[in-house]
């Protein structure tokens, strides 16, 4: 019943930014942890930056200075600040977001995923 919807995807330059947001809607009670992954040509699917509800932030180790995850807990809507981009970060970026269904049963969603490209 929940459902992700992504946006802000787009063509950049190396030392651009870029803002990704997503939105779960549906039939949700409760979300709980949402965050961002990546998954570039021929590579596996990484994690980018997770955030809790109560806003505990997790981030890997190439984003960290550049990227800031952050959550609007009243709009259940989690949002990716990516500045300084890099060639490095093109990638096709998925929002996921879990938590408990109106029906009380928990639910773990995936976006449909954004293009990032960034230029060298």
């Known amino acids: 019943q929940a459902q992700l919807v992504e946006s802000g995807g787009g063509l950049v330059t190396a030392g651009g930014s870029l803002r990704l947001s997503c939105a779960a809607s549906?039939?949700?009670?409760?979300?709980?942890?949402m965050g961002w992954y990546r998954q570039a040509p021929g590579k596996q699917r990484e994690l980018v930056a997770t955030?809790?509800?109560?806003?505990?932030?997790n981030s890997a180790d190439s984003v960290k200075g550049r990227f800031t995850i952050s959550r609007d807990n009243a709009k259940n809507t989690v949002y990716l600040q990516m500045n300084s981009l890099k060639p490095e970060d093109t990638a096709v970026y998925y929002c996921?977001?879990?938590?408990?269904?109106?029906?009380?049963?928990?639910?773990?969603?995936w976006g449909q995923g954004t293009q990032v490209t960034v230029s060298s």
């Open positions: 549906g039939s949700i009670r409760r979300v709980h942890a």
């Open positions: 955030i809790t509800r109560s806003g505990n932030t």
């Open positions: 996921n977001a879990n938590g408990i269904s109106e029906d009380l049963t928990w639910f773990d969603r």
